[in-house]
């Protein structure tokens, strides 16, 4: 548990650049015995909001295969594109009966309503064995957030 909540200690945009602050906290959760492997496609700066977003989704993901998958393995994959964010965390844990995934929790549910607000969505997927929770967020040129206004603020929690 103490190397869980270790593993949980925040990330600052601030002190790393977007994409190295995903690789940096995929590192912290290697203490809690899980491995976990990050692939980066594409390395444009992300907006402010979509960056916060996905360093939740990324700590939520990690923290649900410790608590929940008993997994050995997670991958994490983000891709950046012109106009869209798309993150994937995959998990070699033990899947649910059926491959149905679990039911939302609180930390799932705090993820989607920022996500779609965003434009965006998220998914929670079984398969024969472990999990897959990805996100996709779409953007604009510039950088800018689509499907939502301008004036956009930063989820609850997360600035």
Same mark, same amino acid.
């Given at each position: 548990?103490?190397?869980?909540?270790?593993?949980?200690?925040?990330?600052?945009?601030?002190?790393?650049?977007?994409?190295?602050?995903?690789?940096?906290?995929?590192?912290?959760?290697?203490?809690?015995?899980?491995?976990?492997?990050?692939?980066?496609?594409?390395?444009?700066?992300?907006?402010?909001?979509?960056?916060?977003?996905?360093?939740?989704?990324?700590?939520? &993901? $990690?923290?649900?295969?410790?608590?929940? +998958?008993?997994?050995?393995?997670? =991958? !994490?994959?983000? @891709?950046? *594109? #012109?106009?869209?964010?798309?993150?994937?965390?995959?998990?070699?844990?033990?899947?649910?009966?059926?491959?149905?995934?679990?039911?939302?929790?609180? &930390? $799932?549910?705090?993820?989607?309503?920022? +996500?779609?607000?965003?434009?965006? =969505? !998220?998914?929670? @997927?079984? *398969? #024969?064995?472990?999990?897959?929770?990805?996100?996709?967020?779409?953007?604009?040129?510039?950088?800018?957030?689509?499907?939502?206004?301008?004036?956009?603020?930063?989820?609850?929690?997360?600035?």
């Amino acid at each position: 548990m103490r190397r869980l909540v270790r593993a949980m200690h925040p990330i600052e945009l601030g002190e790393l650049g977007d994409l190295d602050a995903f690789r940096t906290l995929a590192e912290s959760f290697r203490g809690t015995g899980l491995t976990v492997s990050v692939e980066i496609e594409g390395e444009r700066s992300l907006p402010r909001e979509h960056a916060l977003l996905l360093l939740r989704f990324v700590q939520e &993901g $990690l923290t649900n295969v410790i608590r929940h +998958a008993d997994a050995a393995t997670a =991958s !994490l994959r983000m @891709e950046v *594109g #012109a106009t869209s964010i798309q993150a994937t965390l995959d998990d070699d844990g033990v899947a649910s009966q059926g491959g149905t995934p679990p039911a939302a929790g609180f &930390g $799932l549910r705090s993820l989607r309503a920022p +996500a779609e607000e965003l434009g965006g =969505s !998220l998914a929670v @997927e079984g *398969g #024969a064995s472990g999990f897959r929770l990805s996100m996709l967020l779409p953007v604009r040129a510039g950088g800018e957030t689509a499907g939502a206004p301008e004036d956009v603020s930063v989820p609850a929690g997360v600035a």
